[in-house]
């Protein structure tokens, strides 16, 4: 039995890239921490090209007054586009991998390009030690509102901070944890697939509540996020076990109470799993910088409070740190089991 797993975990994965993979988080970590986030946008350096390359013509493809699906279909054949275009870009960089190998650091520089994770952290340190000083978050939220594509003058503060608290998991599922493993299963070209898809999300997916335009890639994304999901919600779930005031109890009852009530689309299993152990109330209608009313679900245990302060931030910040923490901590358990 012991061997029959060994030979499906080796199947499902190449366990040499593991190393990769963790020095890519590293990488990623460090220097995000270090130069913050690139034009004011957090998420992975592949999400901003993709946006550059197609953001502006799928805005004036989106057309409110078309018809729902005449807007799938437009969104389909930039979706086409899209796709071949990273797949081609995958191919390229582990082409260039094999003629220049340099240890693997060529490997790890690509993989980077997919993953964030100190960057993120840089936004919501800024606005944590803003709101514990000042009281407010006047002039800081906007590398939060880039992330998240919310118009955050649009809110208050506590809109700010539900908004803070809700990238923190986003991000860590869809810009690290989703990558990584499609990187494990596939290498680079089917990670930069994934990443494709979920930036193509990010850019138009507006919580599913959207045209149309965006419905095919929604749902291929949302299939490539089945599993990654779980696994990130379950790592937050165990960092909650090591998170001031949080309750391990009431993360455990998430996976009872709150699982598939959260679309997907508007942060699914990652927010309950940040929401509940806090005892706080996620989520809420916002409104996407193209000006759009986005009617996202209030996610939260019943009779929580959505009037969140600096401390709900730094709790939710201690939990995603150590839910990478975790994270790192697993591929290196992979990887030794990998070796057994």
């Known amino acids: 039995m012991f061997e029959l797993y060994t030979q499906l975990h080796a199947h499902l994965m190449n366990p ?7 020095i890519a988080i590293l990488v990623v970590a460090v220097v995000g921490m270090v130069t913050g986030p690139l034009g004011g946008n957090a998420n992975p350096f592949l999400w901003q090209v993709y946006d550059v390359l197609f953001g502006r013509l799928g805005e004036r493809l989106d057309k409110p007054g078309r018809g729902r699906a005449d807007l799938m279909m437009r969104g389909f054949v930039v979706l086409v586009f899209a796709l071949v275009l990273a797949y081609l870009l995958g191919r390229v960089s582990q082409s260039m991998v094999v003629l220049f190998p340099l240890y693997g650091l060529v490997e790890i520089l690509f993989l980077s390009l997919c993953l964030s994770a100190g960057s993120v952290w840089f936004a919501l340190l800024r606005l944590y030690f803003t709101l514990e000083k000042e009281g407010k978050a006047t002039g800081v939220f906007y590398a939060i509102s880039r992330t998240s594509r919310v118009n955050l003058n649009s809110t208050d503060d506590y809109g700010i901070v ?38 193509l999300v990010w850019r138009f997916g507006k919580g599913g509540t959207g045209s149309g335009f965006a419905d095919i890639v929604l749902a291929l994304e949302k299939i490539m996020g089945i599993v990654p999901t779980l696994l990130a919600g379950a790592l937050f779930t165990a960092a909650s076990g090591l998170t001031p005031t949080a309750s391990l109890q009431k993360s455990l009852a998430v996976w009872r109470e709150a699982r598939g009530k959260v679309p997907y689309a508007q942060g699914g299993i990652m927010l309950a799993a940040l929401a509940w152990p806090l005892g706080v109330s996620l989520g809420g209608p916002v409104q996407d910088l193209s000006g759009d009313t986005v009617k996202n679900k209030w996610v939260g245990p019943e009779g929580a409070s959505a009037k969140l302060d600096y401390l709900h931030l730094r709790r939710a910040l201690y939990m995603s740190a150590v839910a990478h923490l975790y994270f790192i901590a697993a591929l290196g358990g992979a990887y030794l089991f990998s070796s057994l």
Not at 16 to 22: E, L, Q, T, W
Not at 164 to 179: E, K, T
Not at 184 to 195: A, E, Q, R, T
């Open 16 to 22: 040499d890239r593991i190393p990769y993979a963790m």
């Open 162 to 199: 539900r908004t803070a608290m809700g990238v923190a998991a986003v991000s860590f599922d869809r810009g690290l944890v989703a990558p990584v493993f499609w990187y494990l299963v596939g290498g680079l070209p089917l990670v930069f697939v994934y990443s494709v898809l979920a930036a």
